[in-house]
């Protein structure tokens, strides 16, 4: 019988996204329920600590008090709706408090509703501003997915299967200043960089760099324009990124945090001299509920919150702690990291193949704790957890992710990881005749199958209902038993979870007698680019199994 778990994940396969539905079950995700603070109940009732924060749209957490009775407060009020005629008192008053958390350097701000809407609005305000052409990103950006920000980011795989994406843009290497000077001219009319790269792998700047940016641009005539989607509302220590390296962008883009984690709100922020388009092409512009007061009221909570000073102490301080114990990890487990990198709450772990990532980050589940991987580098686990992570959680988090990195060193010797890891072969020599290895195997079919509930089960021919565990979930797929003369195969039909999962044991005499038994697990899942990650989680759960399997087996042909 399908899992409720299992009933959703088919759904989201069938009619959303396949390949996430399958990457959320594979790995154990359940069914959320309800959040508070830093940690979030699943269907079970089971409690999962944060050590990510949903790219940056979770920095406050779950359902912070302040910000639902803030929403509570504004949805009593009755004014919900805009009008786009009258003045927004609630808009208007964000828009002011964002001028003077700039120091009114940045005096205006245009609200909207996601991330690749406003950096599209920053783009526009750049050329109009300064009728040229032309934009400079880094490689490795990410900027949001509409088709402008995917031209941003030129990855060669939208570039094949979306293209032609805008060909106005040029990329350089991040922290690259040669690189950077060398693309300028009177062509370019703006540079986008992220302060810290996210979905690189959390990549920050090297020292000085941004002032570097800064001072090309203003001799260039070019707009810097920086996108702080994820490093905004103190995620570095300070309420903008910009503010903690010492220099001033013409544009910035805020969003995700903004709304609290509850509504969607974003806005670009620039000079004075850059919001001229809105004065001759007033109609430049435009987003059907952005800017909402609903979202507004979030939003001046959020920078209520997220502004304040000791509530910024606080999140240097635990900054200070996850550097100290993430540093001492790559230092202990220099075979499963290559590379820690971060500043202030936000780091990456780089560990040295993408199937450690689906390894750890199963095991971080298992253990109640959540955290990811950056979209553009697999190999790259994020340690971003919400800002509001009390100094008790952040410790047991950082325990716990210590002790699964250690189980990770540990696992290297048996689990492969260094290429995709199916198929995964393991076997035992018995002092047992092959015939009778292969009558058990005959009798009980899914004797040594990893992925049977029921070991003792099993029968030659189909069977629609196959009941089958993966890690510690239950799930349900229609499966074949085809005996052979030297042993058993075990085969999916291809579903919503596999494209091919294969179980094969064969057994063979063995010189001077007995024999020798040897498993075959080869899967698929049809995750594309994330499979090798994804076979990092089957394959240690495979190998558990088989291990266990093996050890018993000289037992059950005692009892056969």
Known sequence: MRTYRQVLAEAKAAHNHPTYSKMAFVMGCGVQGVGTGSSVLDDAGRSFLALFDQYGNQSLGYSHPRIVAAIRDQLDSGVLNSSKIMFEEVQI???????????????????????GETVDNALKLARAATGRPRFISALGCFHGKTFATLGAAARPEHQERLGPLMSEFQQVPFGDIDA???????????????????EAGVVPPPPGYLREVRRLCTEAG??????????????????????????????????????????????????????????????????????????????????????????????????????????????RYPEVIAEH??????????????????????????????????????????????????????ERGLSVLEGVLAEADAARGSVRTTATPSPLTRGATLARPAGAVIELLHARPRLLDPFARDNRAGRPG????????????????????????????????????????DRTTVVRPAPGGGCAVEVRVAWDTGSGGYEEMLGGRVALFVEDRLTHLLARLEKELENA
């Open 180 to 198: 950077l000077a060398a693309a300028l001219d009177d062509s370019v009319a703006a540079v986008l960089l992220e302060p810290v790269q996210a």
């Open 222 to 331: 070019a707009l810097l324009v920086l996108d702080e989607m994820q490093t905004a509302f103190g995620r570095c220590g300070t309420f903008f990124a910009y503010q903690r390296y010492d220099i001033t962008p013409d544009l910035v883009c805020v969003g995700k945090a903004f709304g609290g984690g509850m509504l969607a709100l974003s806005a670009v922020l620039g000079t004075e001299a850059v919001w001229d388009v809105l004065r001759e092409l007033p109609s430049t512009f435009g987003s059907s509920l952005g800017g909402n007061p609903l979202a507004c009221r979030a939003g001046l909570e959020t920078i209520a919150i997220a502004s304040d000073e000791e509530f910024l102490a606080g999140v240097r301080a635990k900054g200070e702690r996850i550097t100290a114990r993430l540093t001492a990890a790559a230092a």
């Open 93 to 115: 008053r964000l828009t002011e408090r964002l001028a003077e958390l700039t120091g009114q350097q940045l005096p205006f701000a245009y609200l909207a509703n996601g991330g």
């Open 341 to 394: 990198r971060g500043v202030g709450m936000m780091h990456g772990l780089e560990l040295r193949d993408d199937a450690l990532t689906g390894l750890v980050l199963g095991r971080l589940i298992e253990e109640g704790v959540t955290s990811t991987y950056s979209l553009y580098n697999p190999r790259v686990l994020r340690v971003q957890p919400p800002l509001v992570i009390s100094d008790a959680d952040l």
């Open 462 to 501: 189909p069977e629609e209902e196959f009941s089958g565990r993966l890690g510690q979930d239950e799930v349900v797929w229609a499966d074949r038993v085809e005996l052979r003369d030297d042993g058993v195969a075990l085969r999916a039909d291809s579903c919503w979870l596999w494209q091919q999962l």
